[in-house]
């Protein structure tokens, strides 16, 4: 099959791998209908995150078809149409029971090396290094799903790839965002960044009863999306000279009550600590630029709350404890716990509440991801958010790369597969 | 808890497998005599053989094995021979395991579990009477056996064991299980020893197998976890990926 892969620092190739196959009893393969790159992948391609090894297949934002199941998934069957939650879990551990599916104690083989950087390891994730467990990710036309008995959500037919499939991570992400604010009645929230993320945040602040939301970005494309579909009020850092007394302005001289952070490691700015910052990261002297975090702590009010959706990976240097210490700030963070809203969320966008599809601004082939990382990393084209469907539109591409690998023995299974499985992809729009 | 703690290190003391630390000053001593010992030992090997002294080089070279003969001991730094043998190490860890304890211990009581989730067996045997017989990889490629009995035994509770006299590596281990506070699950706390052990030549083919590490023991746990809340472990071995370089320069995992 062909898949996206890591190859180095700002170097993705999409290469013919071997097709992927059921390793444990609990594993499910899914032919992949629609895939996205996702913000945080650029943490990879620009290298900050650790242990990714060259050959590595990337993405973490998929759906489709399954096409077969191991023996321990008794809860999918051939043919289901599933959304793949980004974290994996186990669904039987002390976390796992507490609905804290990002923190799944069983699911990273390589946990070893997340204790020694975090102490303890969080779920194994998709396509995102090998501390994070080494999978193989969702970037590539099939795909080989762990725990599938837990993670995967069934989608019914009758609504499209495009409207489902944000469910994945960042629909989920913006809304823990939001909850992890404990929006109040009357409260302003300030959203750092305006990235696809901080989108649904937006969307979902409004869902948890916000009362103003203000989001910060420099991109005139972000800024008009949180603005038109978002409802924002906006602020360009660019034409601002402090975002932190631009926002005491606009809250009365009190502050937003609640503050997400949902930029993360690589921020930009124009102030001194955002230089020093990115001349420290060039040197690899630090994976993280936590300046949307320096202004999220200075800029909160007292008591109030900071959601952290944006991803860190390592030590942050100079980042104000103090003030938010000494305001009293709660800080909320980590990765989303993706079964706790999945189905909630699909339900609202079944119902009309929401299209999550408004983000996408670019639809490729995966052949074009290397082109797709580059123009979504540098913001050009007015890039937003990039899907890419792995087989095309039709059913005619259907196993156009199934057999390209060599990998033999497969053939039959797989045919069996899509006989039993007569649907073609046009009911899936 | 304390009783946790403490227990296990009871039961060692009481298998009389600690061997007296060395001060300093014996270590002082040790490091020069050997030092000595293997400096002249050098020195008459090199003068014999340039003589052509055949009887005189294989007298020098046999010292060190006089020398062990007659104290016991290699003429080599105590914390070099420490390194390869003698003092058994119990490694301890524990983990959290969200099952009842009847269960975690009866799926460790049926021996031939254990190496599924214990790295360096190959298979355990059960012989029955508390007898049973365990195979081990080496790093080198070929097989350690030996056989052990079982100490101490409560349902749900603890499982004790140790090698018998005269095995080629000394191996114990116990595990005990006890309630979680707040009905959190079992705390599993694990204490395990394996060192080469026996004779000359058992010993020897022993001490292929390395001394077991605190991280084994962290992983073998985790193992064990992994197996009995989630019924398999989580792997990428065998997954795709695209293509890899000889030498990984990115990261050497």
């Known amino acids: 099959m062909r898949a996206v892969c890591w190859n180095g620092v700002t170097d993705v190739r999409v290469e013919t791998v071997p097709d992927p196959e059921i390793l444990n009893p609990r594993d499910a393969i899914v032919r992949i209908t629609s895939t996205a790159i996702c913000g945080s992948d650029l943490h990879l391609y620009d290298g900050y995150i650790p242990t990714m090894k060259k050959g590595d297949i990337l993405g973490h934002e998929f759906m489709g078809e399954v096409m077969e199941v191991g023996r321990g998934v008794k809860n999918l069957a051939v043919g289901d149409r599933v959304v793949v939650p980004f974290t994996i879990a186990c669904g039987n551990c002390f976390f796992c029971k507490q609905e804290l599916w990002s923190l799944c104690d069983n699911s990273n083989p390589n946990a070893a090396i997340a204790e020694k950087a975090y102490g303890y390891s969080p779920s194994g994730l998709f396509g995102y290094s090998h501390m994070m467990g080494g999978y193989a990710g969702g970037q590539a036309e099939y795909a080989r799903v762990p725990f599938a008995d837990v993670g995967p959500m069934k ?104 503050c997400i952070d949902a930029v993360g490691m690589e921020a930009h700015g124009h102030t001194a600590d955002a230089l020093y910052d990115k001349a420290k990261q060039t040197l690899r002297m630090e994976t993280d630029r936590p300046h949307a975090l320096r202004e999220v702590f200075m800029a909160c009010r007292k008591g109030g709350h900071v959601s952290i959706p944006g991803v860190y990976g390592g030590i942050l240097d100079k980042v104000p404890l103090g003030a938010a210490f000494n305001k009293g700030l709660t ?50 084209d007015n890039c937003i958010k990039i899907v890419m469907k792995p087989h095309g539109d039709g059913l005619t591409h259907r196993h156009s790369h199934r057999h390209e690998s060599g990998v033999s023995g497969m053939e039959g299974e797989f045919d069996r597969g899509a006989s039993q499985n007569p649907r073609t992809e046009e009911e899936f729009h | 808890m304390q009783d946790v703690a403490t227990r296990p290190v009871h039961s060692y003391q009481s298998t009389g497998t600690y061997k007296r630390e060395s001060d300093s000053t014996h270590r002082l001593t040790t490091l020069l005599g050997t030092t000595v010992v293997a400096v002249s030992g050098a020195v008459l090997a090199a003068y014999a053989f340039k003589q052509r002294s055949w009887p005189a080089a294989g007298a020098a070279l046999a010292t060190p094995l006089v020398y062990r003969s007659a104290t016991g001991r290699w003429p080599v730094p105590d914390a070099v021979a420490n390194k390869v043998s003698e003092v058994p190490t119990p490694i301890e860890a524990s983990v959290t395991i969200d099952r009842p304890a009847h269960q975690l211990f009866s799926y460790w009581r049926q021996l031939e579990n254990l190496p599924r989730f214990m790295e360096h067996l190959e298979s355990v045997t059960d012989l029955g009477n508390g007898r049973s017989r365990w195979v081990a990889h080496s790093p080198l490629g070929f097989k350690v056996e030996w056989e052990a009995e079982i100490l101490e035994e409560r349902e749900g509770q603890i499982l004790s064991w140790r090698s018998l006299p005269g095995a080629q590596v000394h191996n114990a281990g116990s595990v005990l299980f006890e309630d979680a506070t707040g009905g959190r699950g079992t705390v599993v706390h694990a204490v395990f020893e394996l060192q080469p052990a026996g004779a000359f030549l058992g010993r020897a083919l022993g001490r292929a197998l390395k001394p077991i590490t605190k991280q084994q023991v962290k992983e073998d746990l985790r193992r064990f976890k992994q197996l009995m809340e989630g019924g398999e472990l989580p792997t990428t071995d065998g997954q795709s990926a695209g293509q890899r370089p000889m030498i990984n320069i990115h990261n050497p995992l």
């Not at chain 1, 079964?339 to 052949?367: C, F, Q």
């Open chain 1, 155 to 258: 989608i019914p037919n009758g609504i499209s790839d495009e409207k489902v499939l944000f469910l994945s991570d960042i629909f989920p992400t913006g809304y823990m965002a939001a909850e992890n604010c404990d929006i109040q009645p009357g409260d302003t929230v300030a959203i750092w960044g305006c990235g696809p993320v901080a989108q649904f945040a937006i969307q979902s602040c409004w869902m948890l009863g916000a009362e103003r939301v203000i989001a910060i970005d420099r991109v005139p494309e972000r800024l008009l999306m949180a603005q038109t579909w978002g409802r924002a009020e906006v602020i360009d850092y660019e034409q601002v000279d402090s975002v932190v007394e631009t926002l005491r302005e606009m809250t009365g001289g009190r502050g937003p009550d609640c």
């Open chain 1, 331 to 380: 800080l909320k963070m980590g990765q989303t716990h993706m079964m706790r809203y999945m189905k909630p969320l699909l339900d609202r966008v079944i119902a009309g509440e929401i299209d999550p599809s408004n983000v996408i601004t670019h639809r490729l082939s995966l052949d074009d991801a290397p082109a797709g990382y580059r123009t979504f990393r540098d913001k050009e």
